[in-house]
């Protein structure tokens, strides 16, 4: 069986901070319970309430896989109604 890994362990794994880890966690749980959630969840296990969070490997590597955007494939991100990509470039006839 693969060592579990901590959310200090996983965090720089993942890119993120120990309290970023913290939330992705707290949002996959409000999943978990049928709760509808914006963003992306992550797999773990926990021993019991108030036990320590734990990922496999596996979940770490497989919520990189769902949540990259492969070059070519990403959509225009609006903010506050702006769009930062310049449409202009475009020829949308």
Known sequence: ???LLTIAEAAPLL???VHEVRKLV????R???GETVKGAT???CQDGKGGTIRFRPEWIEEYVD???V???N???RVTRGKSRFDWSDLNLS
């Open 26 to 29: 707290a949002r996959s749980r």
């Open 66 to 68: 769902r949540t990259t």
């Open 15 to 17: 890119g993120r901070s």
């Open 31 to 33: 999943a978990a319970r």
């Open 74 to 76: 990403e959509k225009p």
């Open 1 to 3: 069986m693969t060592p």
């Open 70 to 72: 492969e070059p070519g």
């Open 42 to 44: 992550i797999r773990f």
